[in-house]
């Protein structure tokens, strides 16, 4: 039977509990505003002798993953956490990670990314790491961020995955802000984590092995990658099995999406992470006045759940796809684009407007969510043209 | 200290079959090193480099101990990461807590003195028990012989052309084994592949230390050195004659350098000369550069003596 604890917490404070309790067998972390309070609440638990895990207090967020990926190569449980230009620093092992198919589970604090530098909290780093074969997470709350790293170890480590997992968070809207928070017991979550199972490991196997091998011109890169594209392409029963097994612990739904009153909806704003919020109370407000509003919250973003969005967004007259970040140069933001080509397969064709918005930390407010279904209206009647455009900008 | 007899015993860690090039001073170092380890268990981490992509085209290995390569810049974090796991499996209890392993690093200059500097750096200031060992050829050999902070003065390099404007590298080389030392870690020292016994005694004697150690090791690079793959053994001997490589050792803060015998020191020229790298140093008009270099040269060594007395 699970115990569980109910305190205010925040994001950050969440997220190392679930990092405790997964019981990672090395940390390798790097100071970063607004993830610092994870790696400091770690090292506490560390020096208080809460946790077995080996802290490596690395000397910069590239180190942080080279270590990590040493690690997982070995066999041990890893995790960390890093944000914004932390987070790109990384750019390189992101790859490495993935290619040399290691579970390894970090979270994100995320964050705008410079010039000009900025502490607060967008999707700018994040999207950095999109293409780089990684399990991505969105988390809208502290509860859920709790709940999102501790399926990511099972999810990471299973071998049929067996790639890294990037929990992310909005930057302090989420890592910071107290939230009611459930806890639930230490054995409860050992239990449901289980143990690292790992194949082919540097020390403690059966043999030597080789990690790392070079497959250039000639060599096996083509057929590695596409193995990296089916792990990730045949993932989603996996991190949906794990999923609904969380959610029998917790009692809390899990799903790809977070869709909010889609299914007769005329107009549906999509977004990922925190200000799902914002939109649903607007949603209801609309509701309330006869205008049928929903929202739809990317939960896992990769793989991205494309059949699951299309579905949710088959009956609107017009979508809004909200983006906090840009591609710039490109024709969408990243969510617009991924949004816009799982619509592609609908027999009919729905318009859609692309907002980008509350870039490094830009107050997002109901009056934000509120203009944009305002424009939802007009796209559907013809009045507006698709696009994209700036929403909450001066100027 | 390991008998000759002794070390042709110890099974190859780094097995014949590799692509490095004939007289390639890097496996030469990476065999000495590990020949040293007798029968421990060993993980080896090795950087982006010749030593790297010639020997783990997969699916083949030449590499008898477990292995990882990561990146260009990481080979200290990633071996880091490896040793910290080895503590962490055995504070959960999922490996038997008498194990030992070594973990060693192979990095050459370019990912040591330059775009490695920072990972090395901040894992011997942690303190992981490890051996990290750059081979030094004093160039991007991998990439195509562009300078390093290794290079010496003078040397051509493919970034640092040989022209009428500019003959070759204007800057002094690094001194990456005192910046090590600078971390006051419990050994430091340098070496070469031309002298065994004092290169598998001072690895010995790095992977027996507990904490941080580090071996930076001359290893010739005939292709990038412009000399015959045949000599690299003369060509190690001469840099130690000539002082332009000496071989010292920094144990829990003495420096100790292995003197040249008066009888046998050669003029600079000597290791110079057999090397196309340095053939523009000769002409007339690169006198004054050359004369750079011999300075280089000495104040180095004299230097090393002064260290030498001085914590003695």
Not at chain 1, 196 to 213: Q, T, Y
Not at chain 2, 143 to 158: D, E, K, L, N, V
Not at chain 2, 205 to 220: D, E, Q, R, S, Y
Not at chain 2, 262 to 281: A, I, N
């Amino acid at each position: 039977m699970s115990a569980i604890t109910v305190f205010a917490g925040t994001g950050n404070n969440m997220v190392a509990e679930a990092l405790r309790q997964a019981a990672p067998d090395v940390v390798a972390a790097y100071p970063i505003t607004p993830q610092t309070t994870i790696v400091e609440g770690y090292a506490k638990f560390v020096a208080d002798g809460r946790v077995h895990t080996e802290l490596v207090n690395v000397e910069s967020e590239h180190s942080a993953l080279s270590a990590c990926v040493g690690a997982s190569a070995a066999g041990a449980r890893v995790a960390t956490a890093t944000s914004s230009q932390g987070l790109a620093l990384m750019w390189e092992e992101l790859h490495i990670a993935s290619g040399m198919r290691l579970p390894i589970v970090m979270a994100n604090a995320n964050r705008a990314i410079s010039a000009p530098i900025n502490i607060h909290g967008d999707h700018s780093d994040v999207m950095g790491a999109r293409d780089s074969g990684w399990i991505i997470f969105f988390a809208e709350t502290a509860q859920e961020a709790y709940d999102n790293t501790i399926i990511s170890f099972p999810i990471a480590e299973d071998p049929a995955v067996s790639l890294p997992v990037l929990t992310t968070l909005d930057g302090f809207i989420t890592t910071h802000a107290m939230e009611r928070c459930e806890l639930l017991d230490d054995a409860t979550v050992k239990a449901y984590v289980g143990d690292r199972v790992p194949e082919n490991p540097l020390i403690a196997g059966d043999k030597p092995v080789s990690h790392g091998m070079f497959a250039s011109l000639g060599g096996t890169y083509f057929e590695v990658k596409k193995a990296e594209r089916a792990a990730i392409d045949a993932s989603p029963p996996v991190i949906q099995k794990y999923g609904d097994a969380w959610e029998k612990v917790c009692g809390r739904p899990f799903d790809f999406i977070d869709s909010f009153a889609c299914e007769d909806a005329d107009f549906i704003l999509v977004m990922l992470g925190s200000a799902a919020g914002n939109a649903r109370t607007v949603a209801r407000e609309l509701r309330a006045q006869g205008i049928k509003a929903g929202v739809l919250r990317v939960r896992v973003y990769r793989p991205f759940p494309a059949d699951a969005v299309r579905a949710a967004l088959k009956g609107a007259k017009a979508i809004g796809i909200l983006d906090r970040s840009d591609s710039f140069g490109a024709q969408y933001g990243p969510l617009g684009l991924d949004v816009r080509a799982a619509l592609y397969d609908l027999p009919q064709r729905i318009p859609t407007r692309n907002y980008v918005f509350g870039l490094g930390g830009a107050d997002v407010t109901l009056e934000t969510m509120h203009k944009a279904y305002a424009e939802l209206a007009e796209l559907a009647s013809g009045t507006l043209d698709e696009g994209l455009s700036y929403l909450g900008t001066r100027g | 200290m390991a008998t000759i007899k002794e070390l042709s015993k110890v099974p190859e860690r780094l097995v014949g079959g590799h692509r490095l090039c004939g007289g390639c001073g890097a496996s030469i170092a990476v065999r000495q090193v590990l020949m040293s380890a007798g029968d421990a268990e060993v993980v080896v981490a090795s950087a982006t480099g010749c030593l790297e992509v010639s020997t783990t085209a997969y699916p083949y290995t030449s590499w008898e101990t477990s292995f990882i390569h990561n990146a260009f810049e990481n080979a200290a974090a990633t071996i880091t990461g490896v040793e910290a796991a080895f503590k962490g499996l055995k504070a959960a209890g999922k490996i038997q807590q008498d194990k030992e392993i070594k973990f060693v690093a192979f990095g050459g200059d370019g990912g040591t003195y330059d775009i490695g500097l920072q990972a090395l750096s901040g894992a011997l200031e942690r303190g992981h028990d490890f051996l990290y060992v750059c081979y030094d050829n004093g160039a991007y050999m991998n990439t195509g012989i562009q300078r390093s902070s290794a290079t010496p003065r003078g040397a051509w390099a493919t970034t640092s052309e040989v022209g009428a404007a500019i003959p070759g590298k204007q800057q002094r080389r690094k001194d990456l084994t005192s910046i090590v030392a600078a971390h006051h870690i419990p050994y430091a020292a340098q070496a070469s592949v031309g002298d065994w016994r004092d290169l598998t005694n001072k690895a010995e004697k790095a992977l027996n230390t507990p904490g941080p150690a580090f071996l930076n090791v001359l290893a010739p690079c005939p292709r990038g050195w412009r000399y015959e793959a045949s000599q690299t053994i003369d060509i190690c001997r001469l840099a130690f004659k000539t002082k332009f490589w000496p071989i010292f050792e920094i144990e829990n803060g003495v420096w100790t350098l292995k003197e040249v015998k008066e009888k046998d020191v050669l003029p600079l020229e000597d290791f110079l000369k057999p090397q196309g790298r340095f053939k523009h140093l000769f002409k007339p008009e690169n006198a004054g550069l050359l004369e750079e270099l011999k300075q280089d040269v000495d104040d180095y060594y004299s230097y090393l003596q002064k260290m030498a007395i001085a914590t003695a």
